[in-house]
T-cell receptor, first 113, second 113 residues
Framework: DSGVTQTPKHLITATGQRVTLRCSPR?????VYWYQQSLDQGLQFLIQ???????AKGNILERFSAQQFPDLHSELNLSSLELGDSALYFC????????????FGEGSRLTVL | AQSVTQPDIHITVSEGASLELRCNYS??????LFWYVQSPGQGLQLLLK??????LVQGIKGFEAEFKRSQSSFNLRKPSVHWSDAAEYFC???????????FGTGTRLLVSP
């Protein structure tokens, strides 16, 4: 158990819909990262937050957004969903704002039908 | 652009045999390198990391990796594989002041009896 909690574990929805994925980092970790894992793209970095502020941005679509709240949990919002958004979305956390060891949650598997 | 290449998509090793998983990186500055393992249905777990110093690093579960700057490689090794090592292994490099990890495409390890 990494200490990172992601909900929901599985989510099935339809194209055009909007979903929110939630992540609770390990106790004491200020930094949260979101990654997307799909068969064709592999593990892609989406975005990083540190203590509530956006720190780095990767291949995140404009239809996607994220935020980190004062209690340090984070949410990834995916809107206008397309079939290609079906993937495993991982949240990870680390102690400081720099990348050392990332602790990954078990992921949220999104299926868009 | 920074990248990580894992040339082997699948590798099958007999239980008790030695293992070497290949990783090559492309990065202009001194890289910070990682190996992660993903068991089925699980998140990623850090096996080991290289930041500086001794080029042979030891990790958990009996794994080690050697950084070779001249070959831009960071290969993962284990002298004797156990059936429980069957998983997917990801090499990663930290870029842009450590703020995110770039992952390779992964190598799936199968262990035969």
């Amino acid at each position: 158990d990494s200490g990172v909690t992601q909900t929901p574990k599985h989510l099935i929805t339809a194209t055009g819909q909007r979903v929110t994925l939630r992540c609770s980092p390990r106790s004491g970790d200020l930094s949260v990262y979101w990654y997307q894992q799909s068969l064709d793209q592999g593990l892609q970095f989406l975005i990083q937050y540190y203590n509530g502020e956006e720190r780095a941005k990767g291949n995140i679509l404009e239809r996607f957004s994220a935020q980190q709240f004062p209690d340090l949990h984070s949410e990834l919002n995916l809107s206008s969903l397309e079939l290609g958004d079906s993937a495993l979305y991982f949240c990870a956390s680390s102690v400081a704002g720099t990348t050392g060891e990332l602790f990954f949650g078990e992921g949220s598997r999104l299926t868009v039908l | 652009a920074q990248s990580v290449t894992q040339p082997d998509i699948h590798i099958t090793v007999s239980e008790g045999a030695s293992l070497e998983l290949r990783c090559n990186y492309s990065y202009g500055a001194t890289p910070y390198l990682f190996w992660y393992v993903q068991s089925p249905g699980q998140g990623l777990q850090l096996l080991l990391k290289y930041f500086s110093g001794d080029t042979l690093v030891q990790g958990i579960k009996g794994f080690e990796a050697e950084f070779k700057r001249s070959q831009s490689s960071f290969n993962l090794r284990k002298p004797s594989v156990h059936w429980s090592d069957a998983a997917e292994y990801f090499c990663a490099v930290a870029i842009t002041g450590f703020q995110k990890l770039v992952f390779g495409t992964g190598t799936r390890l199968l262990v035969s009896p």
